[in-house]
């Protein structure tokens, strides 16, 4: 799958025929979600997907002996490409502006899953309604982990490019009366800075930063503390504070202000400058 192009992946998947697949599989099929449009934002898109059908945990692989040599396969792939179709289908018809996993490599992923699995057969009426209540909780098989481990491994190449760019992930399972797999991918896209800026920012750690800024506020707060006229004995004790802070900063943060001289030309332009200040102030 990750070894073709995103659009022959997808042809594959949408003519896969459903002949052989069990019947809980061939009833699979894309619904719309509760909010299929999302939230459309410069770096962030949220899409929401609703897969009809009895969620499937994933399978390990299977081996076969073929005379000397054992064959290595994967049971679930009827499973798979069905599940793929869905998930293209579910994509192509919705209204949301999504980019092929080829065109979102630089992007990474917030995925929160919920299976909705079915109630036993066998369940009372009594047991039946406190499992619509969540009152009893699904705690058998299938695992969590591995209905996750079957969604992730079918979104590849459709819904990401692949999972190692989830950098959160959470999940749960329920009972229902109307069996679905419902995910909510959130879509962030890379920050882009200018090369210098980028340089200037990573410069200092996070820590070291808020640090420096809490030194400069007290730099603040005397300066405007002591701006009046003085005494004699008050100039004294105010300068030889504020060389102690000074010698204190330069010893703290002077390394790292060095390293900016190389950068110290950068500015931005008069309509950058403004474009920030009418993003984080609407000025």
Not at 116 to 145: F, M
Not at 167 to 193: D, F, G, N, W
């Amino acid at each position: 799958m990750q070894d073709l192009s995103s659009f022959e992946a997808l042809r594959r998947i949408l003519f896969f025929p459903d002949e052989g697949l069990p019947e809980y599989v061939q009833e699979m099929h894309s619904c719309p979600a509760e909010n299929p449009s999302g939230l459309s934002q410069e770096n962030c898109r949220v899409i929401g997907i609703c897969i009809e059908g009895a969620p499937i945990p994933k399978q390990r692989a299977r081996h076969v002996r073929r005379g000397s040599f054992i064959a290595t396969y994967d049971p679930q792939d009827k499973q798979k490409s069905a599940f793929r179709k869905a998930l293209f289908l579910e994509l192509f018809h919705s209204n949301v502006d999504f980019l092929p996993p080829n065109h979102q490599l630089e992007a990474f992923f917030i995925v929160n899953i919920e299976f909705y699995l079915p109630i036993p057969v066998s369940s009372t009426n009594t047991h039946r309604n406190a499992k619509l209540r969540h009152i009893q909780h699904h705690i058998q098989k299938p695992d969590l982990d591995n209905l996750v481990k079957f969604v992730l491994d079918c979104g590849n190449g459709i819904l990401f490019n692949d999972d190692c760019q989830i950098v959160q992930l959470s999940a749960k399972k329920l009972y229902c009366e109307y069996p679905r797999t419902e995910i909510k991918l959130t879509i962030m896209e890379k920050i882009h800075l200018h090369e210098t800026a980028e340089k200037i920012i990573n410069i200092f750690e996070p820590k070291m930063f808020l640090e420096m800024v809490e030194d400069m506020r007290v730099l603040c707060e005397m300066s405007n503390e002591f701006k009046h006229n003085l005494t004699h004995s008050q100039q004294e004790a105010f300068f030889s504070l504020l060389a102690n802070h000074l010698a204190h900063f330069m010893r703290q943060y002077g390394g790292h202000l060095s390293k900016m001289k190389k950068h110290q030309e950068f500015s931005l332009t008069t309509q950058k400058w403004q474009e920030c200040m009418e993003i984080l102030y609407g000025k």
